[in-house]
């Protein structure tokens, strides 16, 4: 590793902690504090901490407590959900502490493979400007493969077309990391041949090289602050991967609805492998690309 290159993934803290040993570490996370916490946290972001990641969340917050110096987690509660500037920070920095940010290049190929051979030509057939959102795009490598696909096959068939491309994330800190696009191996796993020279080795690490950074935006969003949602312009192409299943059904019945508002007529929004949007929108309809299901809005 050369000097002024920081390693930028880390293993997080309780995956060096059994989890057995986690109840026993000092101070306690109560039972009725757990609570407290995990409404708090919903309240602000839609995450819904289930009952048996009590000893996760305790993990995720001893890093804060130690930062701050407190001693109790109800110290901690009392501090964080206070009035002050200080805690508004303090908000973010717990956010950053518990999100789960786990993405690489290219997760699930056959979504890229669909924007590139299908969707970004029917697009640009119709328009010439295109706008695409990655939202809850972790440490960016889903933007960065978007931009990726725009570069090298949209582009050269459309050289005239203006493509504006945007990553959001409620996490500052994987947003930090984003626009600083620099990966460790792991990331890459989901790359082809076709795309590796977007990136440089560096000692160990892979950087975005500039044409590709050049092409991408990377903002602090909330998804389910309505108003935030509101302020985002129409987009044609919508990523929202592995986001809605962390929220719970009333969450997510409030933010697709925002999603579709954004999305384009004739614009497509992408979910993950695992997500459905049955009984969440009559607004959209499936489109069937090869081994991937995309939404559509229609076109009026
Ligand atoms: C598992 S990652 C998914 C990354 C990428 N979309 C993918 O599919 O690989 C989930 C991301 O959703 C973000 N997230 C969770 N709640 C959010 C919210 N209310 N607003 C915006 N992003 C949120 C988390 O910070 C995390 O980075």
Known sequence: MSAGWTVLQFTPPEAFVPFAEVGRLEPPLRWHTFLRFREFIYQVSGIYIADNRRHFLKVRLLRRLEVLGLSSFEEYHAYVTDVTPAAARERQELLNAIVVTDTHFFRSPEHFAALARHILPELARKREQLRLWSAGCATGEEAYSLAMVVHRHLLPAYPGIAVNI?????????????????????????????????????????????????????FVHNLVDEESLRSVAPVDVLFCRNVLLYFTPEVRKRVVPGLVEVLQPGGYLFVGEVETLTGLTGALQLVHFPRALVYQKPDT
């Open 166 to 218: 945007v990553g959001t994330d409620i996490s500052s800190e994987a947003i930090a990391q984003a626009r600083q696009g620099r990966y460790l191996l792991p990331s890459l796993h989901g790359m082809t041949e076709e795309y590796r020279h977007y990136v440089q080795e560096h000692f160990g690490e892979y950087a975005v090289v500039p044409e590709i950074r050049d092409l991408v935006d990377f």
